[in-house]
C-alpha cells in the first residue's frame, strides 16, 4: 500500500488508485485502437460553514468543493463523489502542482466566496472540513477516425482531443 503522501505521477503499466467512480467504464468507450486513460488528481472536500447571527441561532451552510490538484483551481461539486480503490493498467498518472496544505487554503477560500453569494454576512464565517478525500478522475483517450477524443469517465462527455 502506498504512503498516502508519496509521489505516484507518471506512466505506469499498472497502479492502485484512489478513483472517483466512473459512470462510463473504460471497455464501454467507442474507438478505432486502444483506449488510454489519464488519471488527473483532486482533492475533494465537504465544508461545514458556521454563520454567527445576532440575536438567532447559527446557520449552517454544507459546501463541497474539488480542488484540482493540476490547474490548481477550486471547482464546485453537487455531491461529495464516491470514491473506491481501483487497479488502473496503462495509465498517465499526471503529477499533483499543489500540496495538502495549499489545496486547504484554496477549499476554504472558495467556501468562503460561494457563502458570500448566497447569504449575508455580519462577519467572516467558520469553516471546517468534515470530510477531504484525494482521488483521482479518470479520462479516457478514444482513437477515431474523425479524430482522437478525451472522455470524462463520471461524466460521460467527450471533446476532441488538442494536441
Known amino acids: ?35 488510454g486513460v489519464v488519471a488527473y488528481p483532486y482533492r475533494v472536500y465537504e465544508a461545514r ?7 438567532l441561532g447559527d446557520r449552517i451552510a454544507t459546501v463541497t468543493a474539488s480542488v484540482d490538484r493540476s490547474r490548481r483551481v477550486a471547482l464546485r461539486a453537487d455531491e461529495f463523489p464516491e470514491v473506491e480503490t481501483r487497479t488502473v493498467a496503462d495509465v498517465l498518472v499526471l503529477p499533483s502542482e499543489l500540496s495538502p496544505d495549499d489545496c486547504d487554503e484554496k477549499a476554504r477560500e472558495a467556501a468562503f466566496k460561494w ?8 462577519r467572516a464565517p467558520d469553516i471546517e472540513f468534515d470530510r477531504v478525500d484525494d482521488a483521482y478522475k479518470l479520462f479516457w483517450l478514444a482513437e477515431r477516425e474523425d479524430g482522437d477524443v478525451v472522455v470524462d469517465s463520471v461524466r460521460g462527455t467527450e471533446r476532441p482531443l488538442e494536441s
Open 115 to 122: 457563502t458570500l453569494r448566497k447569504f449575508s454576512l455580519s
Open 49 to 55: 460553514v458556521t454563520m454567527t447571527r445576532p440575536f
Open 1 to 35: 500500500m502506498r504512503r498516502r503522501d508519496e509521489r505516484i505521477d507518471g506512466r505506469h503499466e499498472r497502479v492502485e488508485l484512489p478513483v472517483v467512480a466512473p459512470a462510463v467504464a473504460r471497455e464501454s468507450v467507442e474507438s478505432e485502437g486502444r483506449v
